[in-house]
């Protein structure tokens, strides 16, 4: 298989040359350039840059199949990783800065001794290079010189075109919201945002009750990637929100969502750079800094709000007040986002609608044609074994016909991303890159959420213990639910479910029924029967 690591190099070569298609202009000697850049006959440039066209810019369409275990697999034993890895920290990530050579022969003579099999050169050296190179130069070399090397510089952040660099953030908003039903004072949402530098335009934002997560990255990621409007209440009139498109760079802060495994690989799929802001230094966020500050400042004037401090805030009773909900404040967001658009901004001189349209906001990057492949590319992620029965995630089965092809013939894990809001469907994506829907094996079983799984799992651990079964995790939930409904209206917590749950994504229809099937566990005698009634022909009694 080419190894992940030299596809996405090969993309990023050839991911130049999309801009210049976009525009009009000749190719083929850029084709010829990068062909010798990537030391490939001309005719493999262009095969490889037309399946990069076909997938949006995405790297792993150049990744290739190939027998053998995949790259970056560790095929050897966890003593001797444990072994390399204290070697390595403990002699060489150190101010006396011994050298590679040196550190790899002790690691030999050590593993030798000790009756383990020796890694070769480059097998630690590929350990090493896994760790974070700011790290290795902060403890071989000082703070002083990783800041020299890697922190930018303070300053102004100039920004010529859309979409080059985006800056995302979250915070918990200065209000408190009320549920959908009662109308009882619930509790304060959290919003995540991202704004483009260059014209101060907000391309994308979601709101939610969950502290910020893996999950708010991908939803807010995929506002950004759709063309919106706004419908104004009361009225017949919609406000046009049609900025989108993959940022060129992201700039976010140290939160343990912006460091996951599935933030960074999704970004490196899609060619997108993340930049990470130094501790402390608050100005690399200016801009969206900014622009949680004036939205805050827009929400203190509405009722219920929580203003910025308590001293602000005065004896104004927030709970008292409270009249919006969570969707309501959706929809209040957005509007305030547009009639922010088409507000003249003083940094700019202009509108940040009129910036983005000057700028070439509308042809700036690239647009997003498979929008479900770049939202699911986000989402969270556990590696599971397909085996003959599907596959086990969260004590729950999922199958797909597709999966009848693939059993017996994987080389091992394979990854599943899920949506914490809904199991009730994963995405399987195999070794040939196909992502494959997969749906609950038994489809009488009810949609639930992550949050909804770890509860029953947690109930039964503390009243039986051991490991919970399938059809056992679904009546603890089921009767969680009943209890829930009946106390919904006495505390807070359970009408808090009850919103997430109102907030549940719509299931979307199958796109082509005649080549879907959903598989249907026939094993399970609980499953209800039908007589069939049959009819007679007149024809067939002459």
Same mark, same amino acid.
Request: net charge positive; aromatic share 8%; glycine share 6%.
């Given at each position: 298989?080419?190894?992940?690591?030299?596809?996405?190099? /090969?993309?990023?070569?050839?991911?130049?040359?999309?801009?210049?298609?976009?525009?009009?202009?000749?190719?083929?000697?850029?084709?010829?350039?990068?062909?010798? %850049?990537?030391?490939?006959?001309?005719?493999?440039?262009?095969?490889?840059?037309?399946?990069?066209?076909?997938?949006?810019?995405?790297?792993?369409?150049?990744?290739?199949?190939?027998?053998?275990?995949?790259?970056?697999?560790?095929?050897?034993?966890?003593?001797?990783?444990?072994?390399?890895?204290?070697?390595?920290?403990?002699?060489?990530?150190?101010?006396?800065?011994?050298?590679?050579?040196?550190? &790899?022969? %002790?690691?030999? $003579?050590?593993?030798?001794?000790?009756?383990?099999?020796?890694?070769?050169?480059?097998?630690?050296?590929?350990?090493?290079?896994?760790?974070?190179?700011?790290?290795?130069?902060?403890?071989?070399?000082?703070?002083?010189?990783?800041?020299?090397?890697?922190?930018?510089?303070?300053?102004?952040?100039?920004?010529?075109?859309?979409?080059?660099?985006?800056?995302?953030?979250?915070?918990?908003?200065?209000?408190?919201?009320?549920?959908?039903?009662?109308? /009882?004072?619930?509790?304060?949402?959290? =919003?995540?945002?991202?704004?483009?530098?260059?014209?101060?335009?907000?391309?994308?934002?979601?709101?939610?009750?969950?502290?910020?997560?893996?999950?708010?990255?991908?939803?807010?990621?995929?506002?950004?990637?759709? /063309?919106?409007?706004?419908?104004?209440?009361?009225?017949?009139?919609?406000?046009? &929100?049609?900025? $989108?498109?993959?940022?060129?760079?992201?700039?976010? !802060?140290?939160?343990?969502?912006?460091? $996951?495994?599935?933030?960074?690989?999704?970004?490196?799929?899609?060619?997108?750079?993340?930049?990470? /802001?130094?501790?402390?230094?608050?100005?690399?966020?200016?801009?969206?800094?900014?622009?949680?500050?004036?939205?805050?400042?827009?929400?203190?004037?509405?009722?219920?709000?929580?203003?910025?401090?308590?001293?602000?805030?005065?004896?104004?009773?927030?709970?008292?007040?409270?009249?919006?909900?969570?969707?309501?404040?959706?929809? &209040?967001?957005?509007?305030?986002?547009?009639?922010?658009?088409?507000?003249?901004?003083?940094?700019?001189?202009?509108?940040?609608?009129?910036?983005?349209?000057?700028?070439?906001?509308?042809?700036?990057?690239?647009?997003?044609?498979?929008?479900?492949?770049?939202? +699911? $590319?986000?989402?969270?992620?556990? &590696?599971?074994?397909?085996?003959?029965?599907?596959?086990?995630?969260?004590?729950?089965?999922?199958?797909?016909?597709?999966? *009848?092809?693939?059993?017996?013939?994987?080389?091992?894990?394979?990854?599943?991303?899920?949506?914490?809001?809904?199991?009730?469907?994963?995405?399987?994506?195999?070794?040939?890159?196909?992502?494959?829907?997969?749906?609950?094996?038994?489809?009488?079983?009810?949609?639930?959420?992550?949050? %909804?799984?770890?509860?029953?799992?947690?109930?039964?651990? !503390?009243?039986?213990?051991?490991?919970?079964?399938?059809?056992?995790?679904?009546?603890?939930? !089921? *009767?969680?639910?009943?209890?829930?409904?009946?106390?919904?209206?006495?505390?807070?917590?359970?009408?808090?479910?009850?919103?997430?749950?109102?907030? =549940?994504?719509?299931?979307?229809?199958?796109?082509?029924?005649?080549?879907?099937?959903?598989?249907? !566990?026939?094993?399970?005698?609980?499953?209800? +029967?039908?007589?069939?009634?049959?009819?007679?022909?007149?024809?067939?009694?002459?």
């Amino acid at each position: 298989m080419v190894s992940e690591r030299l596809a996405k190099h /090969r993309a990023s070569v050839l991911r130049p040359i999309l801009e210049l298609e976009k525009n009009g202009e000749p190719i083929s000697s850029a084709i010829g350039d990068a062909a010798w %850049e990537l030391g490939l006959a001309k005719s493999h440039a262009w095969s490889l840059y037309r399946r990069l066209r076909e997938n949006d810019g995405r790297a792993a369409a150049l990744e290739l199949s190939r027998r053998g275990p995949k790259p970056g697999s560790k095929r050897v034993t966890r003593e001797v990783e444990d072994l390399i890895d204290v070697r390595l920290r403990r002699y060489y990530l150190v101010r006396e800065r011994s050298s590679f050579l040196r550190i &790899w022969r %002790e690691i030999r $003579s050590e593993c030798e001794a000790k009756g383990f099999q020796p890694p070769t050169r480059k097998t630690v050296k590929a350990r090493l290079d896994a760790m974070d190179e700011k790290e290795i130069v902060r403890r071989r070399r000082g703070a002083k010189e990783a800041n020299k090397r890697f922190a930018a510089r303070p300053g102004r952040l100039a920004v010529g075109t859309p979409l080059d660099i985006v800056q995302i953030d979250h915070t918990l908003a200065d209000i408190i919201l009320v549920d959908h039903v009662n109308r /009882r004072p619930l509790a304060r949402p959290y =919003l995540t945002v991202a704004i483009d530098v260059a014209s101060r335009i907000v391309l994308g934002a979601f709101v939610s009750y969950d502290a910020p997560s893996v999950l708010s990255i991908a939803l807010c990621l995929d506002h950004c990637m759709r /063309r919106k409007s706004i419908h104004v209440p009361g009225t017949l009139e919609e406000l046009v &929100w049609p900025t $989108s498109g993959i940022p060129k760079a992201i700039h976010v !802060d140290n939160a343990q969502e912006f460091h $996951s495994e599935a933030f960074s690989s999704a970004c490196e799929d899609w060619g997108i750079s993340v930049e990470y /802001r130094p501790p402390g230094a608050t100005h690399f966020g200016g801009h969206i800094e900014r622009l949680i500050g004036t939205a805050m400042g827009a929400v203190h004037v509405l009722p219920g709000t929580t203003q910025s401090s308590a001293t602000e805030k005065g004896d104004y009773d927030s709970e008292k007040h409270a009249v919006l909900t969570l969707a309501e404040f959706e929809d &209040w967001l957005y509007l305030e986002i547009c009639r922010y658009h088409n507000t003249r901004h003083e940094a700019l001189g202009r509108t940040p609608f009129a910036a983005w349209a000057d700028l070439g906001g509308d042809t700036a990057g690239r647009q997003v044609v498979d929008v479900e492949a770049f939202r +699911t $590319s986000f989402l969270p992620f556990e &590696w599971r074994q397909l085996g003959r029965t599907g596959i086990t995630l969260f004590g729950v089965h999922y199958w797909s016909d597709a999966f *009848a092809s693939l059993v017996g013939r994987g080389s091992g894990k394979v990854q599943v991303k899920y949506d914490p809001r809904d199991l009730s469907q994963v995405w399987v994506l195999v070794d040939d890159e196909r992502m494959i829907l997969a749906r609950y094996r038994d489809l009488s079983h009810p949609r639930i959420s992550l949050w %909804e799984s770890r509860r029953a799992r947690k109930e039964w651990q !503390d009243r039986h213990g051991g490991r919970i079964n399938e059809k056992a995790l679904f009546q603890v939930i !089921d *009767a969680q639910r009943r209890l829930a409904e009946a106390a919904r209206q006495k505390t807070r917590t359970t009408r808090l479910e009850s919103e997430r749950q109102a907030r =549940l994504p719509k299931q979307q229809p199958r796109r082509d029924p005649s080549r879907e099937m959903f598989a249907i !566990d026939t094993g399970n005698p609980d499953l209800p +029967t039908y007589p069939i009634e049959e009819f007679d022909d007149p024809k067939r009694k002459n």
